[in-house]
């Protein structure tokens, strides 16, 4: 990865509701990513009969809102909370 400046890979410092969630930062956008989604699966919060809705609990609705949300809008919620 020489030269390359890949906005995945740059350490982003994560906020307060975020870093309830998955941990504390810095990470990269790359690892919130994933850490949002082990949080989602290990919690059940994706909705049984269309899994590509996500169904906030009380901590992830901190950072996302509470209502359902599209995984496709759900990164853009996220990346609220990346400075």
Not at 17 to 31: C, D, S
Not at 34 to 45: D, G, H, P, Q, T
């Amino acid at each position: 990865m020489a030269g390359k400046n890949n906005a995945l890979q740059k350490p982003v410092t994560l906020s307060a509701a975020l870093e309830n969630v998955i941990g504390k930062g810095p990470m990269t956008r790359a690892q919130v990513t994933s850490k949002v989604w082990e949080y989602i699966k290990a919690n059940n919060l994706q909705k049984p009969s269309d899994k590509r809705t996500i169904v906030p609990d009380a901590k992830l609705g901190g950072v996302i809102g509470n209502d359902e949300i599209s995984m496709f809008k759900m990164t853009a919620a996220v990346s609220k909370h990346l400075t």
